[in-house]
């Protein structure tokens, strides 16, 4: 039995855990500061505990922070890390449990642009959605990370302190991790955590109808609704959860809610030749999409094994911006990043990327 991490918990959950240890209260508020805004990976270096204090508490407890085990450099800048997990085994997916726990890889990635530094986050080993232009999903699914995972994934890494914004649309749907992502967005949002103002993180969903609604009452980031398709029958055929919550309850979902102020909703769309880049799908999407004040960012597919579609040629994807545009809609073409170090939109795949990269 390992020790029990403290990094994501909050200073109300530290004191009761300094208490506990027959410590004075205020020092939950202290290793709240160490962890959150000195960002210290041990009870070492926090110097204004006592040694008898440190030493308590790291019979049962540790900070939990893990390190990347691995970096990849993009010629763009773009850096890949990859960290490894251990996920409690989920019975469901493993009718015969031989361990307890689940040793995964997760990736997170750092894309330099300009003035910024987005850090594009993974809150699951795998996925359980099974998207089939996915490498992610092709993985199946290996567990949900802890929101000390999450959290390893910004404090851990060389640019740490000059992240100015997150996505959290790496690995992973994190609205089937809810608890432990609300939990990361807390710590990185509240005055004793990192204190970043929620317009700096953007969370990415396929629509998990039941805690959207939670997100969308609860929390005041950005979000991203991968839509790819504006027909039903096209879009369940390329993503199993249509079925479950149709994009139409999402949109009546999104109606409620007012997107014209500080939050923000975009929708992305990975243009995929001859099957969603016609000018019926952008004239279908223009339709589906009216009354909602909304980005569309056209993504370009990264051709992965054993999948038929290749990504829409650049003058489509322009075709395709451009009927938006003139529908009132804001389009933009996403340019692609970190594509030689396999960092780029649909391939994390926990691994280093041999062999699961095609030329188009
Ligand atoms: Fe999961 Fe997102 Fe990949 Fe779909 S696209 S399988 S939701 S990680």
Not at 15 to 36: N, V
Not at 186 to 193: C, H, Q, R, S, Y
Not at 247 to 252: C, G, N
Not at 330 to 342: H, K, L
């Amino acid at each position: 039995m390992g020790k029990i991490k403290l990094l994501g918990k909050t200073p109300a959950q530290l004191k009761e855990i300094a208490q506990s240890c027959g410590l004075p209260s205020y020092t939950g508020a202290q290793i709240a500061q160490w962890m959150y805004k000195k960002k210290v990976r041990s009870f070492e270096e926090m110097t204004n505990l006592s040694k008898a204090a440190r030493e308590t508490l790291s019979q049962t407890y540790e900070v939990g922070a893990t390190s990347p085990e691995e970096v990849f450099t993009s010629a763009d800048g773009t850096r890949k890390y990859l960290f490894p997990v251990r996920c409690p085994v989920n019975p469901s997916t493993h009718p015969v449990i031989l361990s307890e726990v689940e040793e995964s890889v997760v990736e997170a990635v750092m894309i330099p642009d300009r003035d910024r530094a987005t850090l594009c986050v993974s809150s699951q080993a795998g996925c359980k959605m099974g998207c089939h232009f996915c490498m992610t999903g092709r993985q199946g699914f290996h567990g949900n990370l802890s929101v000390a995972d999450i959290l390893s994934q910004f404090i851990t890494i060389d640019e740490s302190d000059a992240l100015t914004n997150a996505v959290f649309m790496g690995m992973g749907e994190p609205l089937d991790n809810f608890d432990s992502v609300m939990a990361a967005i807390e710590v990185l949002t509240a005055d004793w955590g990192f204190a970043w103002s929620p317009k700096r993180i953007t969370l990415s969903s396929i629509g998990v109808l039941p805690r959207l609604k939670e997100f969308l009452d609860g929390c005041k980031c950005h979000l991203a609704i991968s839509l790819h398709n504006p027909f039903p029958d096209e879009r369940e055929s390329m993503m199993p959860v249509q079925k479950a919550f149709p994009l139409a309850k999402v949109l009546e979902l999104l109606r409620q809610y007012d997107f014209s102020g500080q939050r923000r909703v975009s929708f992305e769309y990975t243009m995929f030749a001859g099957f969603n880049d016609d000018k019926r799908h952008a004239d279908a999407l223009v339709r589906l999409l009216r009354g909602i004040p909304c980005r569309v960012n056209l993504i370009r597919f990264h051709k992965i094994p054993d999948f038929p579609y290749g990504t829409s040629p650049a003058p489509v994807m322009e075709m395709f911006r451009d009927r938006l545009e003139a529908s009132g809609i804001t389009c933009t073409i996403r340019a692609s990043r970190g594509e030689d170090i396999f960092a780029a939109c649909g391939l994390l795949a926990g691994k280093h990327g041999e062999n699961i990269f095609y030329d188009n």
